[in-house]
């Protein structure tokens, strides 16, 4: 259904605070939009936009029987399709589904879905900014600002047939706002003076150095170690990994959260 023009004025105004924003730039980063407060969250901004669309008897919505998959059949306003997606019980498949609706809705370059999409993604979001702003000293609202650049920018050329829509879309941002962290902290590093630099670390807390004496010590087996490695150390997905494998992305997903397990308890019991 179409929006009310309030609801396409708060989402013009929220696209336009991401998407038309004065760009900054540093040495070290690509040029990214910054958030309209500089001591608020861009993240609450957009997720206060998008409750405004979502919200009251004109809200954005899906019809349910176009998506199918145990969604009820009746328009389903955005706010509660996040719910509902987020919901233990909600299939992989339906997730898809119900994403690939709003991917396409999205890519038609309207405003309120564009929003839309963003704010149904904004709890994954949220996880991959409180995984960047952990022990970080420089300017978070720079991490978020990459976030929500990189997100819109795949937004539009992500093939909605895809599998697992919102986590390659969060994946990609986090990746980006992840190489700007990364980028700035050896800027700040190349800055600092050499006198007061820090010892190296010693090598034997590198998590790949880890993992090879789990698997010397048989706790875990090398093709355990080599999923942990690329998915934990590295920055491979689950999804594509599983596709090399002929096997389910929840398959390899339970495998490494039981070699985990016994990776932990072993450095716990001073195995390793």
């Not at 070290?28 to 500089?38: A, F, L």
């Not at 690329?230 to 039981?258: C, F, H, Q, Y």
């Amino acid at each position: 259904m179409s929006a009310s023009p309030a609801h396409n004025e708060a989402a013009d105004s929220a696209y336009a605070s991401t998407a038309a924003a004065p760009p900054e730039s540093t040495p070290s980063s690509p040029r990214r939009p910054r958030s309209g407060s500089p001591s608020g969250s861009l993240l609450d901004e957009i997720d206060a936009a998008f409750r405004l669309l979502v919200t009251g008897p004109s809200a954005l919505s899906i019809d349910g029987r176009q998506v199918g998959l145990g969604l009820p059949a009746r328009p389903i306003p955005l706010l509660e399709l996040k719910a509902m997606l987020l919901h233990p019980s909600c299939s992989p498949q339906t997730r898809d589904a119900a994403w690939a609706v709003l991917v396409t809705r999205a890519q038609s370059g309207d405003p309120s879905w564009v929003l839309g999409a963003f704010g149904v993604a904004i709890p994954g979001l949220r996880k991959m900014g409180a995984r960047l702003t952990h022990g970080h000293t420089g300017r978070t609202v720079d991490l978020d600002a990459e976030l929500v650049a990189s997100f819109l920018e795949h937004l539009k050329t992500i093939d909605p047939a895809a599998t697992d829509l919102c986590g390659r879309l969060c994946w990609h941002a986090y990746k980006a706002a992840a190489n700007l962290r990364r980028s700035e902290s050896e800027h700040a590093d190349r800055r600092a003076s050499l006198p007061g630099s820090s010892a190296p670390r010693v090598p034997w807390g590198h998590p790949d150095l880890v993992l090879a004496r789990a698997v010397e010590a048989r706790v875990i087996t090398a093709q355990e170690a080599d999923l942990i490695s690329r998915t934990r150390v590295g920055d491979e997905l689950l999804i594509d990994i599983a596709a090399t494998l002929a096997t389910s992305p929840d398959a390899l997903r339970m495998r490494r959260k039981r070699a985990e397990a016994r990776l932990a308890a072993a450095i716990t019991d001073g195995d390793l």
